[in-house]
Every structure is written in C-alpha cells, then in structure tokens.
C-alpha cells in the first residue's frame, strides 16, 4: 500500500466550507484516520498500535490484498481484518507481505517444529 499525504484544503472559502463539511461526517463515522480518508472498501487502521519504525510505512487503512501461495501456487486472499489483526494485535513487520496459504503455513510451522 502506498502512503497517501493529506490533501491541500483549497482555498476558496465555499470549497473548503464543504471539505471540512465532508471530513467532520467522515472523522464522525471513523473513516479519518490521522487526516487520511479511508477508502468506502477499506478497513479503518490503527497506525499508533502498528509496530511501524517512524511513521513513514504506517498504514491508515486495510484492504484485502490477493496473492499467490509460494508452496502450492493457488491464489489466496489476505483480508483487511487479518492484517488488522496481524499489523496491530500480533505486531507483525509493517513490511510483510502474504506469502504462504493457510495450508501451506500450517504445514511450514508443522515442519519448522518437528525440525526443532
Ligand atoms: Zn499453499
């Protein structure tokens, strides 16, 4: 997900009456976060209970990501609730991305603990 900056309030004072209009119902309804508009199709974040090294790489909202299984190639979904819960519950790397299936993650930890 790329960062998006806040957008220029404009300067034309009927405008800009309609902006702050339009950001107070969305701050109302929790699709603000930190001055970013969440997206109709996005999950809000929580940026501060990310473990994000400064601020530059937190994320202000989640999106479910698709992606393809590196073991057995099939496509999965990584879904906006689990990366709230991986980014802010588990405190997972800001940087990581779905790599494995729920399967082939289940087999890897099987395989990592009888290794041990
Ligand atoms: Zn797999």
New binding site residues.
């Given amino acids: 997900m790329v960062n998006v900056m806040p957008k220029m309030v404009s300067r034309n004072p009927i405008k800009r009456k309609r902006e702050e209009k339009r950001l107070a119902k969305l701050q109302k309804e929790g699709r603000l976060v930190k001055g970013i508009e969440v997206p109709q199709s996005a999950l809000p974040a929580n940026p501060d209970a990310q473990n994000h090294g400064g601020g530059y790489s937190a994320k202000f909202y989640y999106q479910d990501i698709d992606f393809i ?6 496509p ?1 979904i990584w879904t906006s609730q689990q990366q709230k819960r991986y980014f802010e519950i588990q405190k997972g790397n800001i940087y990581n991305k779905p790599k ?6 289940t087999k890897n930890k099987e395989a990592k603990r009888n290794a041990a």
């Fill in positions: 299984c590196a073991g057995c190639g099939k999965g494995w299936c729920h399967e082939c993650h």
